[in-house]
C-alpha cells in the first residue's frame, strides 16, 4: 500500500485510543462494517488510516468519544506525513512564535491553511534567528511553505494545546510521548541523573553538552539571566529538537551544531566554564585511527575500546582553565587495564576530582550502576588536588529493597560530600558512603577508581541491630502465623451451592457502578507516583513527577479504589489506603473507583486477582502480557452478598502483608550476619 503525501495516518492503536476501546474492537469494526475506511498506508499486518476519515467514521457511528485536545494532537503529530521528527520540529518553531510573537502568529494562522503555509517561514525566521542564531550557524532549519502545508492542521492544535498548558509545556508533552513510544531510538539521561549533574557542575555562566541527544542535561541547568548553552549531537534532527526545547525553556542564549563531535567539532574554539555530557558507551568506531595525533589526548591517546576516555579529554579541552566537567560514564572506565594509564595522568594533574557510584537503575542501561566523573581542569596557578572523592550510593535504595531510588538522599548525599571536598580539599570518612582517598594511594599497577572496592558497604552486622532485627522478625512470623487461614476455610463448597451469574468490569463501568481511569504519572513537578512495583509490593509511593506542570491533571488515588497493573502478566489489584491515597497513578496502571452503594473495593479487589479470569482477559506477544482490564469477570451480586468475600479478602490482604514484611526482616537478618561474619564484627562461634 502506498501512503498519500498529504495523509495523516493513525493505527489500529490510535483508532482504540481515540474510541477509548481495545485494539480488538477495531478488528471487529473492520470485518463488519464494509465502510470502515481503507488502509492508506503501512504494512497488510499494521495498516495505517486516514486520521480524518477514521475520526468522521467514529462520529457517523457515534462511537468518537470527547477526545482530549492533546490526544489529538497527538495523533495527529504521530501520524503526520512526513514522520513525528518533522511534525516535532515544525511544532517547535510554531510554539516559538506563539511564545515570543503572540500577535504575529494570531495574524498568520487567522487566514487558510495554503496562505498560512506561505506566510509562516518569514515568522518562523523572525524568532527563530534571535534566539538560535545565524542560518549558517545554528541545527534548526525553518520548513518552507511547501513542507509546511501538510503540518498545519496540526500546528493550529499545537497552539491550542499551548493556550490550555503553555508553549513549554505543551513541546515537553509532546517530545516525552514521542521518546516513550519510541525507546529503543534513543539514548536518555532521566530527569534525577540529569539534575544531580547540573549541580555538581556549581553556577556557570556557559555550558556545552557536546553530545546532547534531546537535551536533558542543558535543560537541567537552572534558568539565569545571562546564560550561554550549546550543544552538539551527530543526529541532526536530535540537535534541532535540543535548541527547541532549550529555547522554549528558558531565555538563554542557546547555539546547537549537528556533527560528529570527536572527529568535527562545532565548538572547537569555545572554552566554557562547564561540560555535562552523556557520551555514547562502548564506540568503536570513535575515531581512533584518524584522530591519533589530535591535541586533546593531553592526558594520553585512548585505546579503540576506551571511546569513553576520549570524550572525557574532549570535555576538559573545552573548558576555561578551573572549569568543571561532569560526565555519566560506565563503570567499566574507571577500571578497565587499557585506561589505567590515562586515569592514571588525570589523577596525577589533578584533574579528575571525584567519581561517584550511582545506583544501578538511575540511567540506562538500567542494569549497570553507572558512575558520575566529575573533572576540572587544572589551573597553571593551582595545586593538583592530592586526593580523589569516592561516592558510594548503592545502598540509597527503598527501605524494602526495591530498585526505585531515593533520588532526593542520593542527590543529599553526593552534593554533601561534593561541597565539602570542593571547599576543604578533603573529607572525614562516612563509611560505605564516601571517602576522601589520596591520590598516592590510588596509583598502583591497576588505577582502579571504582568506588566499590575503595568503599565496602559498611557491615550491618552489629550485634544491637540485628538483635533489634531478629526480635522484628519473630513478631511478625508471629503474626503471620495467627494470620494464616484456618483449615476449615479450605473446605470445597456444599454440593449443589452453584456460582452467581459473572459481569465484567466493562458492564459495571457502562453501569455506572465504577468509573474506570489510566495512569500517567504526570503531574506537577514533585508530585508522589504510585509506581507498579508499589501495587506488587504493597508499599507506599516510591515514583516521583519529574516533569510536570501545575496544569497537569495527573489520575489521584483515593481511599477504597482499587488499581491494577496492565503489564508483566500476573494477577495483581490493591486497594488504596490512606497511606497511598492521594498519589498520582503512575503508568501501566488502571484505577478502577467503585460506587460504595454498588461495590466493596474488596470484593472487587478479590475478584480482580483470579488467575484464570487474567488468563481470559490477557494478550500476549512474544515478550509481554497485556491486561484488559474490562474483561475481567467477577460475580454479580448485591452489596450484602459482597460481604463474606469482601472479609476474607481483607485476611487474605492482611496475612500476604505480614508473609512480606517477615521475608523482608529475614533477608536484613541473613545479609546482616552474612556482612558480620565476613567483616569480623561477628564471632564465627564455637565448633
Known amino acids: ?10 493505527t489500529a492503536a490510535g483508532i482504540a485510543r481515540l474510541a477509548g476501546v481495545g485494539r480488538a474492537a477495531v478488528s471487529n469494526w ?8 481503507r488502509p492508506v498506508g503501512g504494512t497488510g499486518s499494521s495498516p495505517s488510516f ?6 468522521q467514521w467514529l462520529r457517523d457511528q457515534g462511537k468518537l468519544v470527547e477526545v482530549p485536545l492533546r490526544e489529538r494532537v497527538w495523533q ?10 518533522t511534525a516535532l520540529l515544525h511544532a517547535g518553531c510554531a510554539l516559538l512564535l506563539v511564545r515570543d510573537r503572540p500577535p504575529a502568529w494570531l495574524a498568520v494562522s487567522a487566514v487558510s491553511d495554503e496562505r498560512m503555509a506561505r506566510l509562516l517561514p518569514a515568522e518562523l525566521d523572525g524568532v ?11 541545527a534548526v532549519r525553518v520548513p518552507d511553505a511547501t513542507a509546511l502545508l501538510p503540518s498545519v492542521p496540526l500546528l493550529r492544535g499545537v497552539a491550542e494545546l499551548a493556550a490550555e498548558l503553555g508553549a513549554r509545556q505543551t513541546f515537553e508533552f509532546l517530545l516525552g510521548r514521542h521518546t516513550d513510544a519510541n525507546p529503543r531510538q534513543y539514548t536518555l539521561t532521566p530527569a534525577g541523573p540529569a539534575d544531580l549533574m547540573a549541580r555538581l557542575a556549581g553556577t556557570p555562566r556557559t555550558v556545552l553538552d557536546p553530545a546532547c541527544g534531546t537535551g536533558a542535561l542543558l535543560r537541567a541547568v537552572p534558568a539565569r539571566p545571562g546564560r550561554h548553552l550549546s550543544g552538539q549531537d551527530s543526529a541532526p534532527e536530535l540537535a534541532a529538537l535540543t535548541a527547541l526545547r532549550l529555547a522554549l525553556h528558558s531565555d538563554a542564549t542557546v547555539r546547537t551544531l549537528a556533527g560528529d563531535t570527536l572527529r568535527a567539532d562545532g565548538h572547537e574554539d569555545r572554552r566554557v566554564e562547564a561540560v555535562l555530557c552523556h557520551p555514547p558507551f562502548n564506540e568503536r568506531n570513535w575515531g581512533h585511527d584518524e584522530l591519533a595525533y589530535d591535541a586533546r589526548w593531553e592526558y594520553g591517546f585512548p585505546a579503540r575500546a576506551e571511546s569513553e576516555l576520549a570524550w572525557v579529554q574532549h570535555a576538559l579541552a573545552r573548558l576555561t582553565d578551573g572549569g568543571t566537567a561532569v560526565l555519566l560514564m560506565p563503570p567499566a572506565a574507571a577500571s578497565r587495564r587499557s585506561g589505567r594509564r590515562i586515569r592514571a595522568d588525570l589523577l596525577r594533574r589533578g584533574a579528575l576530582r571525584a567519581v561517584i557510584a550511582l545506583p544501578a537503575g538511575a540511567a540506562p542501561p538500567y542494569n549497570l550502576p553507572l558512575h558520575v566523573w566529575v573533572l576540572r581542569r587544572p589551573d597553571a596557578a593551582a595545586r593538583p588536588a592530592p586526593e580523589l572523592l569516592l561516592v558510594e550510593t548503592a545502598g540509597l535504595l527503598a527501605a524494602d529493597g526495591r530498585d526505585q531510588q531515593l533520588w532526593p538522599a542520593v542527590q543529599d548525599t553526593v552534593l554533601d560530600a561534593w561541597q565539602h571536598v570542593d571547599r576543604h580539599g578533603t573529607l572525614d570518612e562516612r563509611p560505605g558512603v564516601a571517602r576522601s582517598v589520596p591520590v ?31 526480635q522484628g522478625l519473630g513478631e511478625a512470623l508471629r503474626r503471620a502465623v495467627d494470620l494464616t487461614p ?28 465504577l468509573a474506570l481511569h489510566t495512569g500517567t504519572g504526570a503531574g506537577p513537578a514533585g508530585t508522589p507516583v504510585l509506581t507498579d512495583h508499589d501495587v506488587l509490593g504493597g508499599g507506599p509511593p516510591t515514583g516521583t513527577a519529574q516533569d510536570g506542570t ?18 508483566g502478566g500476573g494477577a495483581a489489584a490493591r486497594v488504596i489506603d490512606e497511606a497511598a491515597a492521594g498519589a498520582a497513578l503512575g503508568r501501566g496502571l488502571a484505577l478502577l473507583r467503585p460506587d460504595p452503594a454498588a461495590l466493596d473495593p474488596w470484593f472487587l479487589a478479590g475478584f480482580l486477582r483470579g488467575t484464570a479470569s487474567h488468563r481470559r482477559a490477557s494478550s500476549y506477544a512474544s515478550t509481554s502480557a497485556r491486561l484488559d482490564v474490562r474483561r475481567l469477570e467477577l460475580p454479580r451480586l448485591p452489596l450484602a452478598g459482597q460481604r463474606g468475600y469482601a472479609e476474607r479478602f481483607r485476611e487474605l490482604a492482611a496475612f500476604e502483608d505480614a508473609l512480606r514484611h517477615a521475608s523482608r526482616l529475614g533477608e536484613r537478618l541473613v545479609r546482616g550476619l552474612h556482612d558480620g561474619l565476613t567483616e569480623g564484627t561477628l564471632p564465627p562461634g564455637t565448633a
Not at 30 to 37: T, V, Y
Not at 550 to 567: I, W
Open 128 to 138: 527563530v534567528t534571535p534566539r538560535l542564531g545565524a542560518r549558517r550557524e545554528r
Open 1 to 10: 500500500m502506498t501512503p498519500r503525501d498529504d495523509t495523516t495516518e493513525v
Open 50 to 55: 486516514a486520521l480524518a476519515e477514521v475520526e
Open 550 to 567: 501545575a496544569d497537569d491533571e495527573p489520575v489521584r488515588t483515593a481511599p477504597g479504589d482499587v488499581v491494577v497493573p496492565v503489564f
Open 486 to 513: 484456618r483449615a476449615e476455610d479450605l473446605a470445597p463448597p456444599a454440593e449443589g451451592s452453584g456460582r452467581p451469574p459473572l459481569t465484567t468490569v466493562g458492564e459495571l463501568a457502562r453501569a455506572g457502578a
Open 76 to 85: 495527529q503529530l504521530a501520524g503526520h506525513p512526513a514522520g513525528p521528527v
Open 440 to 470: 598516592l594511594e590510588l596509583l598502583d599497577d591497576e588505577v582502579d577508581l571504582a568506588p566499590a572496592r575503595r568503599l565496602p558497604p559498611p557491615a550491618q552486622g552489629g550485634g544491637t541491630e540485628l538483635a533489634a532485627v531478629r
Open 30 to 37: 473492520r470485518r463488519r462494517h464494509g465502510d470502515f475506511p
